[in-house]
């Protein structure tokens, strides 16, 4: 049987700055799907990158006096790395530079042109450089010494130039139609409802094209433009597919994505300008768009003139690899904004992965060490509790963890492992292996062998988290590498009674409750 497709995508991520928290964040949440989605039978597709056109970064390279290319090849590197320091398992990488992109590029704008949805006319407006985006008077405030600042703080310069345009103001009522025909299309719900709030109130015709400098791809038939960076960015999820052949067999597999996720600063573009861009090209538009919120550091703000923008070397530094995932999955319910205190980062470690699941383990594999020869001990007679232990830690828990997942709730899914953890520590402590070391021998070993096949379990379904650590929890109990996806969840695939297990070591370490040292500036 042929397994079903998933295709999942990253924003691509602008080369002028490096990689901090908020980038590390979409990517470790798209990778915490994608594994989970590979490990649960589906085909995957994980796509991340560079975004490497627009004003933004031709002004950072003109600044450090070198030029775009030479920028854009140096510093996507660093988005690699990161990808390479976060354990990130994207299945493509695209730069925007690349050539075969800037051809569907150029595809796409022609079908949109034959369509009449483009025309030529003069721009006259705000623009903001950082956002890399147009605004309308009456949405702008007014800054210092007469300035105009965007809804986001960033400032906005007025332009006033040949362009062409996207009749976008044709678009609301088939866009409005849309969300409608799709109630799933845009989430969290109340994010859908700010979008549709924005068509309603009427859309303006999009400046897709720039003459004052060159970074971009070229408008066809006509080389004095080049295209506004977020209809070359945005085109990169069907570029990856082999776009303009829609024939080509990864793009009639994967497309339309499942979902792509954004930050909520960025939703507009996905789930307004991309499915209207979409539909006048004739294709197909993605399933899902998944807005998540923005991470602040202790509180406040990141900004590099506070000097407080969170690095992913730091993190890992600081609290490893898997603490930093898990945190960054648990501490917030994904849509919602978040804050990255230490304090906290460091009880939820201790509590949850070293005192409740990394405790759990330990004590139970050197009961089994000690007292069961360090094997599989036999299972004997099974009683209520020890099957109704093993039905939460099976079945009943991949089918609650799913179902979050579907609505990408890490946090909501780590809380039924968590539950199932915490299942599992009051049944040790309830059936005391340790006194029945001496009163019943055998009811010992029909108990760690429960709580053996619970921690098989709870490895299995932790690997899309922490894929490490949960790796190493299966070493221990004795797991082939070929029985670690989620089809071996469940009784039926229990551990083989006399297998002998390696000598356990802790997987989880407790965090010591001290202020890190500062992190360099990033600035
Ligand atoms: N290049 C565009 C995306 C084009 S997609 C076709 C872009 N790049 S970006 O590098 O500025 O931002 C990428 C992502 O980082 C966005 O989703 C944004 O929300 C996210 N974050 C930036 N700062 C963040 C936080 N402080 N917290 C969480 N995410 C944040 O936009």
């Known amino acids: 049987m042929s397994k079903k497709p998933f295709y999942i995508t990253t924003p691509i991520y602008y080369v002028n700055d490096k990689p901090h928290i908020g980038h590390a964040y979409t990517t470790i949440a798209c990778d915490v799907m994608a594994r989970f989605k590979r ?4 085909d995957v597709k994980f796509l991340t990158g560079t975004d490497e056109h627009g004003m933004k970064v031709y002004q950072a390279a003109a600044k450090q006096g070198i030029s775009p290319q030479e920028l854009t090849d140096r510093v996507s590197v660093n988005f690699r790395d990161m990808n390479r320091l976060l354990n990130i398992s994207e299945d493509q990488f695209i730069r925007t530079t690349d050539p075969a992109h800037k051809k569907a590029v150029q595809a796409i704008w022609q079908k949109m042109q034959d369509a009449g949805d483009i025309y030529l006319g003069k721009y006259a407006g705000w623009y903001s450089m950082r956002d890399e985006a147009f605004y309308g008077e009456d949405e702008l405030t007014d800054g210092p010494d007469g300035t105009k600042i965007a809804p986001t703080g960033a400032p906005c310069e007025w332009v006033e130039e040949e362009s062409y345009f996207f009749k976008l103001s044709a678009w609301g009522d088939r866009l409005l139609k849309f969300y409608e025909e ?6 969290p719900d109340y994010r859908r409802n700010e979008v549709i709030s924005f068509v309603k109130s009427g859309l303006r015709d999009l400046s897709i094209s720039r003459t004052t400098f060159d970074w971009g791809v070229q408008v066809p038939g006509d080389e004095k433009h080049v295209m506004y960076v977020w209809v070359d960015a945005l085109t990169n999820y ?19 994505a499942d979902v792509h996720v954004t930050g ?14 979409l539909m006048s090209a004739g294709l197909e538009v993605p399933k899902r768009v998944y807005a998540h919120g923005w991470w602040m550091a202790e509180g406040q ?3 590099k003139s506070l000097g407080n923008v969170i690095s992913p070397e730091h993190l ?3 609290y490893g690899l898997e603490q930093t995932r898990y945190f960054m999955m648990r501490e917030v319910i994904f849509g919602n904004d978040g804050d990255f205190a230490h304090k906290s980062m460091v009880n939820r470690v201790n509590a949850e992965l070293a005192n409740n699941i990394g405790n759990l383990v330990q004590r139970t594999l050197s009961q089994i060490n000690k007292n069961c020869e360090g094997q599989v001990p036999d299972p004997g007679i099974l009683e209520d509790v020890d099957h109704a232990l093993l039905n939460h830690a099976g079945q009943e828990m991949l089918i609650a963890v799913r179902n979050e997942f579907d609505k990408l709730q890490f946090s909501r899914a780590l809380e039924a492992i968590i539950h199932v953890a915490n299942l599992a520590n009051a049944y040790i402590d309830e059936q005391a292996p340790w006194t029945l070391k001496k009163t019943n021998p055998e009811r010992m070993k029909t108990v ?22 949960a ?31 390696p000598k356990p070591e802790g997987v989880f370490p407790r965090l010591v409750d001290e202020e890190p040292a500062a992190q360099e500036k990033t600035a």
């Open 39 to 42: 490990l649960d039978g589906f």
């Open 182 to 187: 799709h109630p799933d299309f845009i989430q």
């Open 238 to 256: 069907i570029s990856a597919l082999g776009y303009p052949d829609t024939e080509s067999e990864e793009y009639k597999k994967y497309w339309p």
């Open 264 to 277: 909520k600063d960025i939703l507009r573009f996905h789930a307004v300008y991309w499915p209207a861009f």
């Open 301 to 303: 703000k990141m900004s």
């Open 316 to 318: 890992v530094n600081t």
């Open 448 to 469: 760690l062998y429960v709580l053996a096949e619970t921690i098989r379990n709870l490895g299995l379904i932790l690997q899309p988290f922490v894929p490490q650590a």
């Open 471 to 501: 790796n190493r929890i299966l070493d221990q109990v004795g797991v082939a590498p070929d029985a670690r996806d989620f089809a071996f969840i469940g009784a039926q695939h229990a551990l083989v009674k006399g297998t002998l297990l």
